[in-house]
Structures are given as C-alpha cells and as structure tokens.
C-alpha cells in the first residue's frame, strides 16, 4: 500500500536520504531499525510531506503522493506519529484528540472514536481536562498516538515510540501497536529499540547514512549476526 | 460651576471609555495573531494606520458615509494583511517580528510621503463619528466574534499551530494558509481600530502609528495575558487608562508605566490572565 522508490531528500546540501526504496503492505508492521542519523525520521518526515524529497515517488494506495500537501495525505489516511511526543502541551487531552480528526465531518463516528482510543489508553479518559503539557512522558506518548488514531488511519508512521520511556510504558505501547495493527492498520515503525521492533514486526529495514543496507523478515534480522552485533548489543 | 466641572469630566471620561474601546478591538485582533497563532509581530500599528487613513480618505474625499468608511478600511487592512503574510509567514518568532517591524516602517515612511495623505503634516479636520455607544458596541460585537472564533474549530487549529506547529501540520491542517487566515483577520481588526481613532481624534499623522505605537499594544496583551480576551480587556483598560490617571504626574507617568511592566515580567511573566509565556 505505500511504496518509495529511490528517493532522495537533502537538507541544504547534505543528502540524508540517498535513494531510499521501501515498500508496506496491507495489513503489515514494517520496521526501520538504524543507528542516530542515519534517516529513519527524515524517510517518515518525506512520506508525510514534512520534507521534500528532491528526487524518487512515494505511492500510497496507488496514488502518487510525493509532492502532495500534507493534509491530503492525511485525508488519504496515512498520518504519522511525530517523534519526542509533539502533543499540544497548553490544550486539554481532549481537544489534542480532537485535532487528530480534525479532517473528519463525520461528528458522530469522531465522538465513537474518542471512546475507542480511549479504551486504548485507559489513563487518557481519566486526564480529559488536562491540559497536555502536564500528563507524564508515557502519557503524552499515549495521547500522540491516541491523536493520530483520531483520523482513522489506514497507515501509521511511527517515529520511536518508545523513546525515552520507561520499560513498562514501552511494554503498554507495544501492545497497542500489535492491537491497531490488528484491528487492520498497517503500521510503518522507525525504532532505536531494534530488539523491541524487530519482535512486533514482520518485516524490517536495516538503514545507514541514507541507505538501505539490508531488508528481510523481522525473525531473520533478529537472528542476524551482524544485525545483532551493530544494534542489538548481543 | 459644579455642572460645568462635571459635564467637562463626564465628556473626558467619554472620551478615555472611547479609546479603550477603540484599543480592545485593535488588541483583540493583536491577540489573534500573537495570542491564538503564537506569530509575534511588531507590526500592528502599520494596519491600524492604513484604516486609519483609508477611512479619513474614504469619507473625505470620496464622500462616503461612515459606516461604509469604517467597513472600507477594515476590508484594506485586511487585504494588506493577506498580502503581506503570504510571504512573511513562512518566517517564525524573531525573524518574523523583525519582518513586521520593516513593514511598519514602510508603511509610515510611505504615509509620510503620500501627497494624498497629506504627508508629514496628515490630515486633519477629519469629521468626527465615533462616539462613545458606537465603540462600545463595535468593541463588544468584536471581542463576541473573536470568542467564538477562538472556540471554533477554525480556532482550534490556530491554537494548535501556536503550540507546535510541525505537528499541527501532520495532524492535516494547512499551517500556512490558517497562518494567513489569522494574520488577515487580525490585521482588519487593527483597521477597523485605526479608522475609528481616525474619526474620534479627527487628526491623523504618520507619527502617531510608529514602531512604538505596536509596542504599546503589544504591551496591552502581554500584560493582560496572551491568548484571554479577559486578558485583552484587562490589559487595555489598564494601559489606556493609567496615563490619563498619571497626567498630574505627567513626566514620571512612562517611568510608572515601565516599572509596572517590568513587575509584570518577573512576577507574572505570562500576564494578568494569560496562562501562555512570552517566548513565542
């Protein structure tokens, strides 16, 4: 359902993506595994048209989104999970949840989500009239990806998930992932905890100073030598 | 003697009430862009002072009513302002307030220039129609259209801009044109001000909208409190009033002034009623 090929994105004049090709399928968790800079973020800022790429096309169902703007990518539904937790700190939990589906019409269905996203997260439906800036760092990690639900994605693109969690929050995340993933969204996970990714995945991408160096089912990368050596600290 | 001292003081108060009016609907609009979008700008006074003159013009030398003067203006500042935003707002913080300011510049060197606007000496003898009900209800109307603005869906996502604008844009909102949006309305708030001071003072001159002109209503908000229309009220009425109660004291009436602003900094730096910080 989402395919790039070769594509090549710079800051200035500084290639950070060197020809990337990668593709998910329907129904799939794919994982992009890779040591700080080496262009995990930068292939999901491209994909959601954060960044442009400056050459190469991103296909996500078909259509050519490589130069669309980026709320007719969401509207397409692929919407993506912003790395460090970028929630809204001074609005309520509530209308952070809101803005996720802020493209919606459909009221009565945005209302029955809020519901369904908050029987994801128990711990968000108890912090409604918070304001966002003051839930713990799992909890806002909670509600990003509560809010990115909102728009009732047929991809999401996560970007490190459990960065800087604890281990029981990175457990709960985890979990969640593996019940949207079920529930039929397709989920495209960039991670620095490989050992964590690679086990909810099925596929994986290995990725290094802009390139994809190695691709394969998430069980034969855990099995890796070098894969293990380079990023899972075995 | 007793009425003539109290009809004289009734007609100064009048007069103050005016001009907090006039500076609510002006700061409200402030407080859309700067508040409610997080986009600081130091160029405020530049739309106050195209309504300003748009209206003088409009009505004097077009021989337009003043009601069609005032919607006039406010419609030109409005235009300038989508004008200069779409291509400034892709600037943030800083380099955005330094862009505003240049505007501000431009605008004032321009009126000072214009022959039509009468140069440096302005116009004056402008007909005076903004008493002190047409204000009121002006600056009441404005601060219930920016409520429910604010409270809308079209506000929410200013808000959210204002919060983290990178993550705003995932989430599908088109930041630069809501950008623009906000920065227009703002902008025709400002004019519609500008046109109204115009026909209370009934003199005008380039001077009077300078880069200290947007300082002083950016004043207003932050002492008030970014992103509360209480705060806008609180703010303007404050700052609008305070000099004319300082007057017997009139050389050491900007010292009070400063001094209160810089309490306000260290011990409320997010206003009166604000819950936002300064650092936009």
């Known amino acids: 359902m989402l395919k790039l090929d070769s594509v090549c994105t710079r800051y200035g004049n500084i290639y950070a993506l060197k020809g990337v090709s990668i593709h998910v399928n329907e129904g799939e ?36 989104i490589t130069s669309m703007p980026t709320e007719k990518i969401v509207e397409s539904g692929l ?73 009732k994605p047929k991809l999401l693109l996560m970007d490190e998930p459990s960065l800087g969690l604890s281990p029981i929050y990175v457990q709960n995340i985890f979990s969640v992932i593996k019940e949207i993933n079920k529930e039929g969204t397709a989920v495209l996970l960039v991670e620095q905890n490989a050992n964590m990714a690679l086990s909810v995945a099925s596929r994986g991408y290995v990725m290094e100073t802009g390139k994809i160096i190695m691709e394969d089912k998430a069980s034969n990368l855990l099995d890796n030598e070098s894969v293990r050596a380079a990023y899972l600290g075995i | 003697m007793d009425t003539v001292a109290g009809l004289f003081l009734n007609d100064y108060v009048m007069q103050i009430v005016t001009m907090i009016c006039i500076n609510i609907i002006i700061v409200s609009g402030l407080n859309l862009i700067t508040g409610v979008t997080g986009m600081l700008s130091l160029g405020h006074s530049a739309f106050m002072s195209i309504g300003a003159y748009a209206s003088a013009l409009l009505m004097m030398k077009a021989g337009f009513p003043f009601w069609l003067s005032i919607a006039g203006a406010t419609f030109f500042a409005g235009a300038a302002g989508a004008l200069l935003g779409l291509p400034i707002l892709r600037l943030r913080g800083d380099y955005l307030a330094i862009a505003t300011l240049g505007f501000c510049e431009i605008v004032r060197v321009i009126f000072l220039n214009l022959p039509a606007a009468g140069k440096a000496l302005g116009i004056n003898s402008i007909p005076y129609a903004t008493s002190a009900p047409v204000a009121v209800i002006l600056a009441v109307l404005g601060l219930l259209f920016m409520r429910n603005l604010e409270r809308s869906k079209f506000g929410l996502a200013l808000r959210s801009i204002r919060e983290d604008e990178i993550a705003a844009e995932m989430m599908g909102i088109n930041v630069a044109r809501y950008k623009v949006l906000a920065f227009t309305i703002g902008s025709a708030f400002a004019g519609l001000g500008g046109a109204l001071y115009a026909h209370q003072i009934t003199f005008i001159s380039p001077n009077d909208f300078g880069f200290m002109k947007s300082i002083e209503l950016l004043c207003m908000l932050v002492l008030g409190g970014m992103g509360s229309l ?11 009033a305070i000099p004319e109660i300082l007057r017997f004291a009139s050389e050491y009436r900007m010292v009070t002034y400063g001094t209160v602003l810089i309490f306000m900094m260290v011990f409320r730096p997010q206003g009166l009623f604000g819950n936002i910080r300064v650092n936009v």
């Not at chain 1, 040591?35 to 991103?58: E, M, P, Q, W």
């Not at chain 2, 209480?230 to 609008?240: F, N, Q």
């Open chain 1, 29 to 64: 968790i794919v994982t992009i595994i890779g040591a700080n800079g080496a262009g995990k973020s930068t292939t999901l800022n491209t994909i959601s048209g954060i960044v442009r790429s400056v050459s190469g096309s991103v296909f996500f169902n078909g259509a050519d």
């Open chain 2, 230 to 240: 209480i705060g806008v009220v609180a703010g303007t009425v404050t700052l609008t």
């Open chain 1, 79 to 151: 919407i993506q999970v912003p790395e460090g937790r970028e929630i809204f700190p001074l609005l309520t939990v509530y209308e952070n949840l809101i803005l996720g589906a802020y493209l919606r019409k459909d009221k009565a269905a945005v209302a029955k989500d809020v519901e369904y996203v908050t029987g994801l997260f128990p711990r968000l439906s108890e912090r409604f009239k918070q304001l966002g800036g003051t839930l713990s760092g799992g909890e806002q990690q909670m509600l990003a990806i509560a809010r990115a639900l909102m728009s």
